[in-house]
């Protein structure tokens, strides 16, 4: 029998609920009626979280344009920055949990993904990786899965046609679907984009989440084109939102500047992934730093 008395003090905060359960049992396990109920409702509380605790993944988002790494701000003014191996290489030493590759003006220029490329880093780097950009076909995603990835993240053709996803899931199954969803704020609700945040659909990003959900998405990547690239944070409101839906896992990208700011969402959110770009590549934080930082902070991690 667990010795309550050991987990309780004399106090006579009663804590109602957990009350009305024990006290009619109370003469068996000699349990008296000063009792820190307030004690006690913290334990549980504590214990649960402990066992209901995820494990966050902290993830390279890597944009790339003709085989370079990119990066701009508010998914414009695309800057290069070199060869992404070389980037890659840095975050994969020091224990980056998964690789987001998204071909980032694919889809705008009807192009496919470079399966080539994708071969040379799944052969490299042994840890989950994610393809996007100019994903359109279910032969597309076939490539991609041949080529070494893990998933194909799709935002386009999904708003296209809807069918492709059904199609998609049909085939290869919802844990090697994606739903990419690209947002921004329109007035008093956000909206949803395409083709690398180029055309707005006039659709919000809850009722869309909602739909690829329905239809089989198995997780998503939620990008807020507002922060992205700032280094200002992550934007809570939309996220706070996005929670409210009925959820498959999810991954947060746009706006990380700070170990701090990822520790915030992920206290703040239902996150199971925060995916970072800008801050990597210039040096802002390091994958290393970020991650012992998160430890400290009782952040259970993928690896």
């Given amino acids: 029998m667990i010795n309550v008395k050991s987990i309780i003090n004399k106090s006579i905060n009663k804590f109602s609920k957990i009350k ?70 840095r975050y994969y030493a020091e224990m980056i949990d998964e690789i987001i590759l998204l071909d980032s003006v694919a889809s705008l220029y009807d192009r496919n993904s470079n399966y080539a490329f994708l071969k040379e880093v799944c052969k490299e780097f042994f840890i989950p990786i994610t393809i996007g950009g100019g994903i359109k076909t279910i032969n597309d995603i076939d490539l991609a899965l041949n080529s070494g990835a893990d998933k194909v993240a799709v935002n386009s053709a999904f708003v296209r046609d809807i069918n492709f996803l059904k199609d998609a899931v049909k085939k290869f199954g919802s844990q090697a679907i994606m739903g990419s969803i690209v ?8 909206e949803i984009f395409v083709d690398n945040a180029k055309h707005r659909i006039k659709v919000n990003p809850f009722d869309w989440a909602e739909k690829l959900i329905d239809n089989g998405v198995g997780e998503i990547i939620l990008t807020s084109i507002d922060n992205d690239g700032l280094g200002k944070g992550f934007d809570m409101d939309l996220i706070t939102e996005f929670d409210k839906i009925r959820k498959v896992p999810y991954i947060i990208s746009g706006g990380a500047g700070s170990p701090k700011h990822v520790l915030d969402i992920i206290n703040n959110s239902d996150c199971s992934g925060v995916a970072i770009g800008s801050a990597f590549h210039y040096g802002i934080i390091s994958v290393k730093e970020l991650k012992s930082f998160l430890n400290k902070n009782n952040i259970e991690l993928r690896r």
């Fill in 183 to 190: 947002t921004r704020r329109h007035r008093y609700n956000w």
């Fill in 20 to 89: 009305k359960i024990i006290m009619p049992y109370s003469r068996s396990i000699d349990i008296d009626d000063k009792i820190d109920w307030k004690l006690i409702k913290n334990f549980l509380k504590k214990t649960i979280k402990n066992i209901l605790k995820r494990k966050v993944r902290i993830i390279s988002r890597i944009d790339l344009n003709n085989g370079q790494l990119v990066k701009g701000k508010l998914l414009e003014g695309l800057r290069k920055l070199g060869d992404p191996r070389l980037y890659l290489k």
